[in-house]
């Protein structure tokens, strides 16, 4: 079963519906026994209007005689509303002890967490609203990277999309793998998608120090990752002995002097290799990681992939231009 509300993402209810249902069609061709019988239920049934203004039928909620196996948990704009309906939150809160597994798909996790199901547990939601899920309840190990994860029979992906790679993985703990590789050949989706949702996400935004001082090192490296960044140099430059700056820096960045430079030097990175052909080597030098070997540590390290892999993947395409 999976819960809707107003304001889901359609993508957190069509994605992993679509799954499910070409899993018992997959089933079907391969021979096998078995299936899902998929229900879409909001907690006042009827139709629900989701954010991107796509309106869905649903149907009621079911009273507690009936038997859900696997209950999935949409995500949108409209989950901090959900977190709040308390009918809705005790629903789910005595309807998952029931159930062989729970899921939760981008910030449906807050659904999940303001049902008290998730408290000790590690889980993932969308990379950009991970602080906002740890800071509401920390109680819970957010961990802003996986696409999905499992912790016992609680199951948490990432947003949109990452609602169909985590029910690919429930449809191969339910029906095997070639069940699940079918369906995701079906769906032209990685069966297990490379990396980590890291290496989807914008920038994070870095707070500026308060010290103009400390402020006018940070531009400095931002301006020239491939600078001389060691610390002493940009202690340096701050008029601060090494200590006393690396103190200062961390605490007012939140991030330690060399940390902070090897993440704009990766984002440098990231950015040559989105719009330009030069070789791994030339990225490298000219954002200040030094070989080839240097920067795929740091993607491996960050993001979870390789220089390569994300350039096939991220790189613009050339813009074709017409004779004048």
């Not at 659904?111 to 199901?117: D, I, K, M, P, S």
């Not at 961990?143 to 429930?170: E, F, H, M, N, Q």
């Amino acid at each position: 079963m999976i819960v809707a509300f107003d304001g889901l993402q359609p993508l957190d209810v069509v994605g992993p519906h679509e799954v499910f249902a070409g899993a018992t069609k997959a089933s079907a061709a391969l021979g096998r026994a078995g299936g899902y019988r998929v229900t879409v239920a909001s907690r006042q049934g009827g139709p629900v209007r989701a954010e991107s203004g796509l309106e869905l039928g649903t149907a009621s909620l079911p009273g507690a005689a009936e038997r859900i196996d696997t209950l999935v948990l949409a995500g949108g704009t409209g989950a901090d509303a959900a977190s709040a309906d308390e009918a809705l939150v005790a629903w789910i809160a005595g309807t998952a002890p029931r159930c062989r597994r729970v899921a939760t798909v981008c910030s449906g996790a807050f659904l999940g967490a303001a049902a008290g199901l998730l408290e000790g547990r590690r889980v993932t939601t969308h990379w950009a609203r991970a602080g906002q899920l740890r800071e509401a309840y920390p109680g819970l190990a957010v961990d802003p990277d996986p696409i999905y994860l499992r912790d016992g029979k609680y199951w948490s992906s990432a947003g949109v999309t990452a609602g169909i790679d985590l029910s690919l993985a429930l449809v191969q703990e339910d029906l095997g793998v070639d069940v699940a590789q079918t369906v995701a050949r079906w769906l032209v989706m990685f069966l297990h998608r490379p990396g980590g949702q890291t290496q989807f996400a914008s920038p994070v935004w870095v707070p500026r120090a308060e010290r103009s001082t400390v402020r006018a090192v940070q531009t400095l490296v931002e301006a020239a990752p491939g600078g001389d960044h060691r610390v002493p140099v940009l202690a340096a430059a701050a008029a601060m002995s090494v200590r006393h700056f690396s103190r200062v820096f961390t605490a007012e960045v939140g991030e330690t002097p060399s940390r902070f430079v090897e993440r704009t030097r990766l984002e440098a990175a990231r950015r040559e290799l989105e719009t330009t052909g030069d070789t791994l080597d030339v990225v490298a030098e000219r954002c200040g990681l030094g070989s080839a070997e240097t920067l795929r540590r740091v993607f491996h390290r960050h993001l979870g992939t390789s220089p390569d892999a994300y350039r096939r993947r991220f790189r613009a395409a050339p813009t074709e231009r017409t004779p004048a």
